[in-house]
């Protein structure tokens, strides 16, 4: 079946250290995306990529980095410049950049201690 | 940048009541989305709306476009405690291939 993986589901790290989410996605799609959420609140888009090897700062770039190798996939690296990374990490895909319906990952939660 | 306005933030319902949510944006939209995540889950996309005026239904789910092109409704009859969660719509940037998610208004139901 297609759809996007995010891997893993659950994250702990330590604080200080880098951590970087996996998305991967099989429906040939162009566009990718990475959203915070933070408990009871919206979706909050840190970068996203149109294709293979160009990328763009959404709202809340600083303390992540991305890349996009693949057009499947579009790893999010959380550094340890990010203040406060503990969030709900989700990652979308769509056929043409954001103009149709996006598909969502499950999401990575990360907690960093 | 492009902003949406959702309301309300949160609503809860005893199951077999109504439910609405509403977007509003202060700029024409080529088109509005919505999408309902389930808590501890992620966002599903329900529906597109693109033509002034436009109304669309799915079993229970209503969806409404202004004649304006600026609003939108999310409008659940008699609601099911499967329709518990958050409800966010979602308009394209001008300018921009992305999407400006609103802050979502959150269903729950008292069964």
């Known amino acids: 079946d297609g759809g996007i993986t995010q891997s893993p589901k659950y994250l702990f790290r330590k604080e200080g250290q880098n951590v970087t989410l996996s998305c991967e996605q099989n429906l040939n799609h162009d566009a990718m995306y990475w959203y915070r959420q933070d408990p009871g609140q919206g979706l909050r888009l840190i970068y996203y990529?149109?294709?293979?090897?160009?990328?763009q700062k959404g709202d809340i770039a600083e303390g992540y980095s991305v890349s996009r190798e693949k057009k499947e996939s579009f790893p999010l690296t959380v550094t340890s410049a990010q203040k406060n990374p503990t969030a709900f990490y989700l990652c979308a895909s769509t056929t043409s950049g954001g103009l149709y319906g996006y598909t969502f990952g499950s999401g990575t939660r990360l907690t960093v201690v | 940048g492009q902003q949406v306005m959702q309301i309300p933030q949160y609503q809860h319902v005893q199951e077999g009541e109504d439910f609405t949510t509403y977007c509003n944006s202060s700029?024409?939209?080529?088109?509005i989305q919505w999408y309902k995540q389930r808590p501890g889950g992620h966002p599903v996309f329900l529906i597109q709306?693109?033509?002034?005026?436009e109304v669309k239904k799915q079993k229970r789910l209503t969806f409404q476009f202004g004649e304006a092109k600026k609003n939108s409704s999310l409008h659940i009859t008699a609601t099911q405690t499967t329709d518990v969660g958050t409800y966010f719509c979602a308009v394209p940037e001008r300018g921009a291939q992305k999407l400006v998610f609103g802050q979502g208004t959150r269903l729950t139901i008292n069964p």
């Open positions: 700029t024409t939209l080529s088109n």
């Open positions: 709306l693109v033509k002034s005026g």
């Open positions: 990529s149109q294709i293979v090897n160009d990328f």
